[in-house]
């Protein structure tokens, strides 16, 4: 069963400190999601990516987050620097981009920031 | 504005009743349509699809154009149901590429 692979699964930093979230798509898919889910606001797209170009990153605070695939099989997800209220899980999902296969999603990273 | 609204927060049914979620959606053309669904501190799961016109776990939905509505329904609900229910429009955002929005999700709570 193929999986979207994210890492780390827990990350717990200080404010102002440095964060990068990483991101295996499964082989083969050309469409990378980042988005962020927090109780108050649910889920929430960040950027995504087809065959590696960014596409829409409108939902991403440009001042302190960005996110880039280096190559086809990572993409990063950066804070910098990092605040309190940035406190959530981050999910990573890929697909083919065909929409009657839907997308997959990692197992989230959960970040505390104090 | 592209939206979808899952009306209810929270749904609590006791083990064999029916179950309804509801969802509906504000989009400009025909967008297709997604049910996920994440089970405590798990990912997100691809629950069913709109164009699959599929039947997981006992789960159905139907598509109403002319109510946009994408409501998740199952006649018997199962303690094994507990879990975050989102509805998911996915239109096409260009590049050859479809963008999925979420609602606020319901949390379907059985009651054994």
């Known amino acids: 069963d193929a999986r979207v692979t994210q890492t780390p699964r827990h990350k717990v930093t200080e404010m102002g400190q440095e964060v990068t979230m990483r991101c295996q798509p499964i082989?083969?898919?050309?469409?990378v999601f980042w988005y962020r889910q927090t109780m108050m606001q649910g889920l929430e797209l960040l950027a995504y990516f087809r065959n590696r170009a960014p596409l829409d990153d409108s939902g991403m605070p440009k001042d302190r987050f960005s996110a880039e695939m280096p190559d086809a099989t990572l993409a990063t997800l950066k804070i910098q620097p990092s605040e309190p209220r940035d406190s959530a899980v981050y999910f990573c999902?890929?697909?083919?981009?065909?929409?009657?296969?839907?997308?997959?999603f990692g197992s989230g990273t959960r970040l505390t920031v104090v | 504005a592209q939206r979808v609204t899952q009306p209810e927060k929270l749904l609590s049914v006791f083990k064999g009743a029916p179950v309804e979620l509801k969802c509906n959606y504000s989009y400009s053309g025909s967008p297709e349509l997604f049910w996920y669904v994440q089970y405590s501190r798990q990912r997100l799961q691809l629950l069913l699809r709109?164009?699959s016109r599929e039947s997981i776990k006992g789960f159905t939905a139907d598509l109403n154009k002319g109510e946009t509505s994408f409501h998740l329904k199952k006649p018997f609900a199962q303690e094994e149901d507990s879990a975050m229910y989102y509805c998911a429009p996915a239109a096409y955002s260009g590049a050859g590429s479809y963008q999925l929005t979420f609602g606020k999700g319901t949390k379907l709570s059985v009651i054994p």
């Open positions: 709109h164009i």
């Open positions: 999902a890929s697909g083919t981009g065909l929409v009657n296969y839907g997308y997959t």
């Open positions: 082989l083969g898919h050309n469409t």
